[in-house]
């Protein structure tokens, strides 16, 4: 279960019950709420924050409050997603099939042929690397879904695939040996990696930065020069310090 719970909150598949659960509340509204934000502003000065500072630190404060609770309830409801979809992963080997059970509400059971393994992904983001994790994807052929690049090329060809894991978390010391035992022709740590062209990276700087600084610019240009009160709106100063 504590595995199950940590793959959840590295990987951060918590958006959609979140989604959901606002969908739920904007629709019925079974709690009533203030939606204006100087009520909300008034109402943590009067009650939370007691500090005589200008009503923009204080809703500076707020939303970068509301930011980290946002990100730390994802996170949660990613973890509980986990620990029910994947409850008791038992992966086992039969011949030349794998065999993968998991699931608490709805039981999943699936027969994985090694021979027909197209695509091996291992996932090591960087809350997988700081838990000293990583995720092990694999795509077969034969199946109706379609997902990677590869799924494209080999979909022209009449060949589908389908995604399955192979072991959602896994201490990372132990990834490349699973790899091997399914398919011995397969030695990660035997890869000679390298890493991006340094002429790559500054591409990507510069597509980011022609997207990022006019919406910047914008931000700023407004949040200074309004010629009306914004209120609440100056709590979007984190926004534009973090672009």
């Known amino acids: 279960i504590g595995e199950l719970l940590l793959f959840g909150a590295v990987s951060g598949r918590g958006m959609v019950l979140l989604a959901a659960a606002l969908g739920f509340f904007w629709q019925f509204q079974p709690v009533e709420m203030p939606r204006d934000p100087e009520v909300v502003t008034r109402w943590l000065e009067a009650n939370l924050v007691r500090i005589p500072v200008p009503g923009a630190f204080v809703t500076t404060v707020v939303v970068v409050a509301l930011v980290v609770a ?11 997603w986990a620990a029910l979809r994947y409850y008791g992963f038992t992966l086992s080997r039969r011949g030349e099939d794998l065999r993968a059970e998991y699931g608490l509400l709805t039981r999943v059971s699936s027969v994985i042929p090694v021979y027909r393994i197209q ?96 919406i910047t610019l914008v931000l ?13 709106l100056h709590g979007l100063w984190p926004l534009v310090v973090g672009l």
């Open 70 to 80: 946002l990100l730390v309830l994802v996170r949660g409801l990613a973890s509980i």
């Open 119 to 214: 695509l091996v992904t291992v996932t090591a983001s960087l809350l997988h690397r700081w838990f000293d994790r990583e995720s092990i994807e694999i795509e077969t052929a034969g199946a109706s879904e379609e997902g990677s690049d590869l799924t494209q090329q080999l979909a022209a060809s009449g060949v589908k695939l389908t995604r399955q894991w192979l072991a959602p978390i896994v201490h990372s010391e132990r990834s490349a040996g699973l790899i091997r035992q399914i398919m011995p022709e397969v030695d990660l740590e035997a890869v000679d990696w390298t890493p991006i062209d340094t002429r790559a990276v500054r591409r990507i700087v510069r597509r980011f930065a022609m997207v990022v600084v006019p």
């Open 220 to 232: 700023t240009t407004v949040l200074t020069f309004a010629p009306v009160p914004l209120h609440g």
